[in-house]
């Protein structure tokens, strides 16, 4: 024998298993995610009401971007749920940075011509003209074909991440990660979830 006292096991109390299971469960969320994402466009598609494309376009100030990040960031981009949180993304992403957006836009306008008519920035392509832009761009979730919406919003990231490359301020990496966005989005752009809303 030891010469050791016998102790009763610790029992963990009733919020010990609430504290491991560390949340819903991941594929709940996602299937939320995709039905929101559903809804929400056809939603709106049905609406005969033009302040429903408005409410679209700012959902990310009222419902706040972490919330929809919450939903949709975890899903595949080639996701209806995936695709609108890329193109809420971008939005958020011009405007909180307007005039740096503007600058690398203007530096690769002239790389990516065609790149150029397909976003349909006004030239000169100022901030108030990427803002509306990436506006216009999310009321087209509401009207009109879906793979449109898609390729004006993956043709600005492509044209972005080239003047990035041009004025030679971003890094690899900063450059990659905004023409991947633009390759999911013209990849989503020619996929089934924009021919199923076309």
């Known amino acids: 024998m030891t010469g050791r006292p016998h102790h009763r096991p610790m029992t963990p109390g009733g ?4 504290e491991i299971a560390g949340g819903a469960d991941p594929a709940q969320v996602r299937e939320a ?11 709106a598609r049905a609406s005969e009401d033009p302040e429903v ?9 009222s419902e706040g971007l972490e919330t929809l990040a919450e939903v949709w960031s975890g899903a595949p ?3 209806l749920a995936g695709c609108l949180w890329q193109l809420f993304l971008l939005r958020s992403w011009v405007y909180a940075a307007p005039e ?7 530096a690769g306008q002239r790389r990516v011509d065609v790149a150029r008519v397909v976003a349909g920035v006004a030239d000169p392509p100022g901030p108030d003209e990427l803002r509306r832009m990436v506006d216009d761009v999310l009321r087209g979730i509401t009207r009109g074909d879906f793979a449109v919406t898609l390729f004006r919003a ?12 041009a004025i030679g301020s971003a890094t ?3 450059i990659s990660r905004v023409l991947l966005l633009s390759e999911q989005l013209e990849a989503a752009g020619h996929g089934e979830i924009a021919n199923t809303l076309a």
């Open 33 to 43: 995610g995709d039905l929101a994402a559903t809804v929400l466009v056809r939603g």
């Open 15 to 18: 919020g010990f298993f609430a």
């Open 77 to 79: 981009a080639d996701t």
């Open 100 to 106: 740096a957006v503007a600058a690398e836009y203007e």
């Open 154 to 165: 993956a043709a600005f990231a492509r044209i972005v991440a080239a003047g990035r490359a």
């Open 172 to 174: 690899h990496e900063e």
């Open 53 to 61: 494309a408005e409410r679209i376009v700012h959902l990310a100030e």
